[in-house]
């Protein structure tokens, strides 16, 4: 079965400063993976996804991410965070041809100090 | 366009009771699939309907059952509760036509709490 790892449970950023979260899976096959952000109150939503292609792959909101094969990572990255961007974060994958269902990591919780 | 909607929105329940929770996809979508979200960790996944039909399912006990109706909304039933099934039950709804390479929309949530 596959796994997800999120490293960092807590962060804790000034404004500008940059972020990056980092996001290992355990699976041996191919994936598609994903970063999704839930603001406090609010759905979780997704910032961005990668399929194929590209392996640095740009989401909304200014955040990019890196799939490294080799290393198993899709760490998230933002160069210059705002005190918005304070929600958590959860990395996900699925397994290609499997159907959707997503393995997610623990979560990331962000907070941006202004 | 509305989204995922789920109902309710809290839920108190005593052990040993059951529950149902609803959901409806967003627009145009046709697959529904539930996770499980622990206070402190990431959602896990339930189980997933298509066509009305459970086509697949995480590591949860059979006390979890779902169903799916003709216009694609679903419901999730927990039979004899324990306080270990506290949690908030999310909905996420996707176009199974696009296969994989799809994203799953998910719905505000419904939070559990068995005393």
């Known amino acids: 079965a596959q796994s997800v790892s999120q490293h960092n449970h807590h962060v804790i950023l000034s404004e500008a400063a940059s972020l990056e979260l980092g996001c290992n899976y355990s699976?041996?096959?191919?994936?598609?993976l994903f970063w999704y952000v839930q603001y406090p109150g609010q759905h979780l939503q997704l910032l961005l996804k990668y399929f194929s292609g590209d392996p640095l792959v740009k989401g909304i909101k200014g955040f990019e991410a890196e799939f490294i094969k080799s290393k198993f990572s899709f760490n998230l990255r933002k160069p210059s965070v705002q005190w918005s961007d304070t929600a958590e974060y959860f990395c996900a994958v699925n397994r290609r041809n499997a159907g959707n269902m997503l393995t997610f990591g623990g979560g990331t919780r962000l907070m941006v100090k202004p | 366009d509305a989204g995922v909607t789920q109902s309710p929105t809290h839920l108190i329940k005593t052990r040993g009771q059951q529950v149902t929770l609803r959901c409806s996809p967003k627009s145009g979508h046709d697959t529904v699939s539930w996770y499980q979200q622990a206070l402190g960790q990431g959602p896990q996944f339930i189980f997933q309907y298509y066509e009305e039909e459970e086509r697949q399912r995480g590591n949860f006990p059979d006390r979890f059952s779902g169903h799916q109706f003709p216009n694609y909304s679903s419901e999730l039933n927990v039979n004899a509760l324990l306080l270990g099934d506290s949690a908030l039950y999310l909905c996420?709804?996707?176009?199974?036509?696009?296969?994989?390479?799809?994203?799953?929309?998910f719905g505000q949530g419904t939070r559990l709490t068995v005393v």
């Open positions: 996420a709804s996707s176009y199974r036509l696009t296969g994989d390479n799809t994203e799953a929309f």
């Open positions: 699976y041996g096959g191919t994936v598609n």
